[in-house]
Structure formats: structure tokens, C-alpha cells
């Protein structure tokens, strides 16, 4: 079935350091890539979203490629803000509308 | 607008009882989802409905879970004879669109289970 995997947390980064957040699927045909989150208290919100190959989805200074030869979809921002810890979760959409998320990663960014 | 809205947001119960927990879509979503999320997880799909239609309910743990959205809007999610393994937080999300397309999130309910 389809599943997605992500690298694992906490990440601590300081202030204007860069970040990736790596993220892996497996899945049949041609799904659609997402990134969550959940800031502290909040519920889950979508940062962005890709749907079809070579796709790069951007928002709030993140970005990710959807690459399918490598089935990977990385979370990456050039300068995170104190601002940006929260719980990123990765997901996919396949045949049937509902999402497979993964684990979920927390990031930490000290000032 | 007003987003997903869930009632409780937090529901302790005692072992063996049985619990309802509602939602609220946003206004004319067609299609709406329950999610399940452990402690420390990602969430887990549940169930799926376009409009009163439950298309999916694979996600379902036991037949202790039973969904319904009965005219097409609130959705609840009722749990008979809760145990312990059903302590999660709850989700709901829905969609403006018949397939596929951008989940909106509720801030979820929290159930305990003693």
C-alpha cells in the first residue's frame, strides 16, 4: 500500500540556518505530494503541495520538488525563523482522496 | 470564514463507555474526512463521505467505530465501548471538492481513555 516516510526528529537549528526535511513515498500511480503543519496549539495547515513530477511547491520561503525517480518530495527553507518550529508532516494523496501522512517531524529553531 | 470546528475538544471516558464526537465542516464542503492520530504519529485515515455517502470506511479499526453525516453537513463519530487503544486525538477534515484537492483541518478532540 502507500506509505510515506520522513527523517526523524527533533531538528534544532538556529536562527537563519538552512533546513531540509527529507521525505520518501512509496506508492502505485501518480499521486499527489503534500506538506502540513502544526504550529504549538494549532491544528494542521497546508504549507504547500505539488501534483504531478518535477512540481515544486512553495509558500512562506519553503519548497519542495516532487521528484518521482527518486520518489522523494524534501522539505527545504534557506533561513528558518524561530517562528517556523512546529511539526511538519509530509504527505500523500493517491487513488480514493484520503491522505497517508508520515510520522511527522519537529522542528526547533533557536534564536 | 469559519473554518472545521469539533466539539469536544477534549473528552475524557471511563473504559466501557461510549462517546460521540462531532463535526462541523466548513460551509458547502462536499466531502469530509476522519482521521485518527496517536501520540507521537502522523494521522491515520478513518473514514470518508461526499455528502451523506460514506464512499470509505477502510480505515475503521473495529466495529466499535461507526461514522455518519445524515444530511451531507455535521459529521459524527461515535466509539462503543471505548478501551484504552482508542486514546487519540481525533480529526476531522473537509474538502470543497469531490476529489482530491486541499483538506481543511479542525483543531481535533482529544479523547482519554481511563
Known amino acids: 500500500g502507500n506509505s510515506v516516510t520522513q527523517m526523524e526528529g527533533p531538528v534544532t537549528l538556529s536562527e537563519e540556518a538552512f533546513l531540509t526535511i527529507n521525505c520518501t513515498y512509496t506508492?502505485?500511480?501518480?499521486?499527489?505530494l503534500f506538506w502540513y503543519v502544526q504550529y504549538p496549539g494549532e491544528g494542521l495547515q497546508l504549507l504547500l503541495k505539488?501534483?504531478?513530477?518535477?512540481d515544486k511547491g512553495s509558500n512562506k520561503g519553503f519548497e519542495a520538488t516532487y521528484r518521482k525517480e527518486t520518489t522523494s518530495f524534501h522539505l527545504e527553507k534557506g533561513s528558518v525563523q524561530v517562528s517556523d518550529s512546529a511539526v511538519y508532516f509530509c504527505?500523500?494523496?493517491?487513488?480514493?482522496?484520503?491522505?497517508?501522512f508520515g510520522a511527522g517531524t519537529i522542528l526547533r529553531v533557536k534564536s | 470564514g469559519a473554518g472545521v470546528s469539533q466539539s469536544p475538544r477534549y473528552k475524557v471516558a471511563k473504559r466501557g463507555q461510549d462517546v460521540a464526537l462531532r463535526c462541523d465542516p466548513i460551509?458547502?464542503?462536499?466531502?469530509l474526512f476522519w482521521y485518527q492520530q496517536a501520540l507521537g504519529q502522523g494521522p491515520e485515515f478513518l473514514t470518508y463521505?461526499?455528502?451523506?455517502?460514506?464512499l470509505d470506511k477502510s480505515g475503521l479499526p473495529s466495529d466499535r467505530f461507526f461514522a455518519e453525516r445524515p444530511e451531507g453537513s455535521v459529521s459524527t463519530l461515535k466509539i462503543q465501548r471505548t478501551q484504552q487503544e482508542d486514546s487519540a486525538v481525533y480529526l476531522c477534515?473537509?474538502?470543497?471538492?469531490w476529489g482530491g484537492g486541499e483538506q481543511y483541518f479542525g483543531p481535533g478532540t482529544r479523547l482519554t481513555v481511563t
Open positions: 505539488a501534483t504531478k513530477a518535477d
Open positions: 506508492a502505485t500511480g501518480y499521486p499527489s
Open positions: 460551509s458547502g464542503h462536499v466531502s
Open positions: 463521505f461526499q455528502n451523506e455517502a460514506q
Open positions: 504527505a500523500l494523496m493517491g487513488y480514493g482522496n484520503k491522505l497517508v
Open positions: 477534515a473537509s474538502s470543497p471538492l
